[in-house]
T-cell receptor, first 114, second 111 residues
Framework: AQSVTQPDIHITVSEGASLELRCNYS??????LFWYVQSPGQGLQLLLK??????LVQGIKGFEAEFKRSQSSFNLRKPSVHWSDAAEYFC????????????FGGGTRLMVKP | DSGVTQTPKHLITATGQRVTLRCSPR?????VYWYQQSLDQGLQFLIQ???????AKGNILERFSAQQFPDLHSELNLSSLELGDSALYFC??????????FGPGTRLTVL
């Protein structure tokens, strides 16, 4: 069975600082990987996805993520955080050839200090 | 706006009752997924339908059921509701096995 771990429940960074959110997954083959963002009271917005090919993936809002097969990781990064990035971030793994149902990590809540 | 619509936005009901949540997928999407987000369990996959047929099942309780209609909209039926069923229920849609687009969710409160 697939699983996703986001080790950091809360992260606080200063505005303008860089950000890295960690994600580790467990899946028997090459998975589909996703990062979603959820603002309070809102739905889930896709930041970026990895299906195959280039392991460095660019997303919206200046985010990027790198797939590292050897480490079973898909960490999310942003070089300079803005106050509007404060939200909850979810890493998810999808199962190709099995309906692509998503398994989500527990989420990381990002707070941004002025 | 993802193009996925869910109604109602909020639902407040009592224990033991039954409710129906509705989802309209994006135009052209044949797959519909249902997820539950609760404080206890986080975001969990419940069930998937593809072109009217059940395709995958996750941690869905026997008290819950779903269906997808010929016009591709889907309904999630929750019965004999318990306090622990209070959660945000998301619907997502996709073209076959690819990126899922999420609706805004239905917040269910069971009193």
């Amino acid at each position: 069975a697939q699983s996703v771990t986001q080790p950091d429940i809360h992260i606080t960074v200063s505005e303008g600082a860089s950000l890295e959110l960690r994600c580790n997954y467990s899946y028997g083959a090459t998975p589909y990987l996703f990062w979603y963002v959820q603002s309070p009271g809102q739905g889930l917005q896709l930041l970026l996805k990895y299906f195959s090919g280039d392991t460095l993936v660019q997303g919206i809002k200046g985010f990027e993520a790198e797939f590292k097969r050897s480490q079973s990781s898909f960490n999310l990064r942003k070089p300079s955080v803005h106050w509007s990035d404060a939200a909850e971030y979810f890493c998810a793994v999808g199962a190709p050839n099995a309906g692509n149902m998503l398994t989500f990590g527990g989420g990381t809540r990002l707070m941004v200090k002025p | 706006d993802s193009g996925v619509t869910q109604t109602p936005k909020h639902l407040i009901t009592a224990t033991g009752q039954r409710v129906t949540l509705r989802c309209s997928p994006r135009s052209g999407d044949l797959s519909v997924y249902w997820y539950q987000q609760s404080l206890d369990q986080g975001l969990q996959f419940l069930i998937q339908y593809y072109n009217g047929e059940e395709r995958a099942k996750g941690n869905i309780l026997e008290r819950f059921s779903a269906q997808q209609f010929p016009d591709l909209h889907s309904e999630l039926n929750l019965s004999s509701l318990e306090l622990g069923d209070s959660a945000l229920y998301f619907c997502a849609s996709s073209v076959v096995d690819s990126q899922q687009f999420f609706g805004p969710g239905t917040r269910l409160t069971v009193l």
